[in-house]
């Protein structure tokens, strides 16, 4: 897709998108969904700038998702700074851990920085529930009503978080920033050699990509007016990540955005009377991906567009854009 | 003084159970280049197993040990054959097995949800209580028991992987698989018998487990993490690695009850794990294959 494409389809998007409540009939329930959908969109793609474009897989994302909302939700109840504010300032919070953590981690790669994560979102998870000077502990936080916007309300900050998100993912890919992303995915050694520092741009992204998710838990916060620890750092959330990112396609530009959808319509519609089997879904559901089409909904999308015009590719190991370096510390 | 002596006999004891632990993860990534995160889904899954052979059967857990390793054994080629062996080799593989044996582990958490509550379960001996009397310290008796066995695995398994003709093979597949088909090893043949191999030793660790610690369908998660630190600190070399990574992290997981409050220690492990991957990115032995 040639840029002018994109933008003026992701101007028309979002347009479409920012007047469709005011003219569509959506209840409130579906508008609200909807809303909490652009966050999770959001996050997905945040994710993805990580786990997709270098290829580092995190299973503790939700550490950055927690302190970013607990951040922001600390400063709107202590001070009378605007929720916007509050959502940047946790945002940034979250990115920095995400630094703290990730610069030493980074080194690693493949599964030694995934287990890796696994330790930093259970450690997190941790503090923060015996922190509860300042999350509450298990009895959590609630958020004050004055200053702090709807749920009909954030809908449109919703909206203009996935704008964000989608400009980044598109901006990151397209760029020369992207290419060195993926010279790091295929080979560290190499990229370095080519004169793409690996420390310094995976830090960047991981700030990003950190950023991102912990302004989004600043918007759930908000939506949600009540977060406690248990729930904003659970390895469920990391999990749910991952998910999103796998069924829309991990390490395509827009596909988390797709996987976001699916997630939300599983949890919102097939939960809800299948509570119990929850995990073993989203187990079935990883295998089933990972087996049959390691590119999720964007190599499934591929795959029928290439049918009518010649045989179909078996997407191989090579046709994948999952990759990882053998190379261990 | 005293009281260091008993805490170091208290990291001794746990050092071979983590070593145990350790060894199946440390075993397959060795030679499969692929990091089982199934891992800890299959010690809790061990656990479970034993516990019902146990309550249903009045089988000691101890006594058990021969029918779960059969039983994770099979376990293990059957994820093989049915799941991992159709994932690409080498490096765009690494990522895709690490989801799709993360996709097992939940669905064996889900399992044991569906058939067992997320209650907690212990398993009652009746010398769950006795007690040994050591350098001026009580211990329960089932410490030194999980040792023993501990040791006594570790052990077989040295003198299977360094005696045995199958054992020259698998260190040999490790090193080179592509030279192995020359040399006419069936290099698939000796990945399902690693992969199960290694899901029988987390089928012993969960049943070492289960006669130590009470257990429910989330149990695991920290015993992966766990193991995981103790490959990359004691490297997978060897038998000395593994038991000295298991040694570093139980000492410091001991001690560390001097420093920080006791629900920290799961995270001790992990600062640790960073500052060797900082110091050391080698590990602390700075072996990286198995030999």
């Known amino acids: 897709m040639s840029r002018l494409r994109f933008l003026l389809a992701f101007g028309a998007a979002l347009v479409a998108l920012w007047i469709a409540p005011l003219v569509l009939p959506l209840g409130d329930y579906t508008h609200n969904v909807v809303g909490l959908t652009f966050m999770f969109m959001a996050v997905a793609l945040a994710w993805n700038w990580l786990g997709g474009y270098v290829g580092q897989i995190s299973f503790g994302h939700a550490a950055m998702f927690g302190v970013g909302g607990f951040v922001a939700a600390r400063i709107m109840l202590s001070s009378g700074l605007p929720f916007s504010a509050a959502w940047l300032l946790g945002g940034l919070a979250a990115g920095l851990f995400g630094v703290l953590w990730g610069h030493p981690t980074l080194r690693l790669r493949g599964p030694y920085f995934s287990i890796a994560t696994i330790g930093v979102g259970e450690a997190t998870r941790l503090v923060a529930t015996y922190w509860s000077g300042f999350t509450g502990g298990s009895s959590g936080l609630s958020l004050p009503l004055a200053g702090n916007p709807t749920k009909y309300q954030l809908y449109w900050y919703g909206l203009y978080l996935l704008g964000a998100a989608v400009l980044i993912s598109y901006g990151l890919a397209r760029s020369r920033i992207g290419l060195g992303l993926s010279a790091i995915k295929e080979d560290v050694e190499a990229a370095g050699d080519a004169g793409v520092n690996p420390t310094l741009y995976q830090d960047v992204v991981l700030f990003l990509s950190g950023t991102m998710v912990g302004i989004c838990g600043g918007f759930y916060a908000s939506y949600q007016a009540f977060i406690d620890p248990q729930d904003m750092f659970s390895f469920d959330r990391s999990i749910g990540l991952i998910l999103m990112a796998a069924i829309g396609g991990i390490g395509t530009v827009l596909g988390p955005v797709w996987g976001a959808v699916v997630f939300v319509i599983i949890q919102e519609f097939l939960l809800a009377t299948f509570s119990e089997l929850y995990l073993g879904l989203y187990g079935a559901l990883l295998i089933l991906i990972i087996l049959f089409e390691p590119l999720g909904l964007t190599g499934l999308v591929q795959r029928l567009r290439r049918l009518p015009r010649r045989p179909a590719i078996p997407v191989t190991a090579s046709g994948t854009a999952i990759t990882a370096d053998r190379r261990t510390p | ?291």
Not at chain 2, 9 to 37: H, T
Not at chain 2, 133 to 161: D, E, W
Request: proline content about 3%.
């Open chain 2, 1 to 291: 003084m005293g009281e260091v002596v008993v805490l170091a006999v208290s990291a001794v004891l746990l050092a071979g159970f983590y070593a145990a632990m350790a060894y199946g993860l440390g075993l397959i990534y060795g030679v499969l280049r692929i990091v089982n995160l199934a891992h800890g889904g299959i010690i809790m899954a061990s656990a479970y197993v034993t516990w019902q052979l146990f309550d249903r059967f009045a089988i000691d857990p101890f006594l058990a040990i021969p029918i779960v390793l059969v039983v994770f054994f099979g376990i293990g080629v059957g994820i093989y054959l049915g799941l991992v062996r159709f994932l690409p080799r080498g490096p765009a593989g690494a990522v895709q097995s690490l989801l799709l044996l993360f996709g097992v582990w939940l669905v064996i958490r889900n399992v044991a949800y569906l058939l067992y509550s997320g209650n907690e379960q212990v398993i009652h001996t009746s010398y769950a209580t006795s007690s040994v009397r050591i350098l001026g310290g009580s211990f329960s008796a089932i410490r030194f028991a999980v040792f023993a066995v501990a040791i006594v695995a570790l052990l077989a398994l040295h003198l299977l992987l360094t005696r045995t003709y199958l054992g020259k093979a698998i260190r040999a597949v490790a090193q080179n698989p592509a030279s192995c088909t020359l040399a006419g090893i069936n290099v698939e043949r000796i990945y399902v018998f690693t992969f199960g191999l290694g899901t029988a030793l987390a089928g012993l660790a969960g049943v070492l487990a289960s006669t130590l610690f009470a257990f429910n369908p989330s149990f695991g998660a920290s015993e992966l993490l766990k193991s995981f630190v103790i490959i990359v600190l004691g490297g997978l070399g060897s038998i000395l690695g593994i038991a000295a990574g298991a040694l570093v992290l139980a000492f410091a997981e001991v001690f560390a009850v001097y420093a920080v409050p006791p629900y920290l220690t799961t995270a001790v492990g992990f600062v640790l794990l960073v500052i060797v991957l900082v110091l050391r990115p080698g590990g602390l032995f700075g072996q990286r294959v198995l030999r």
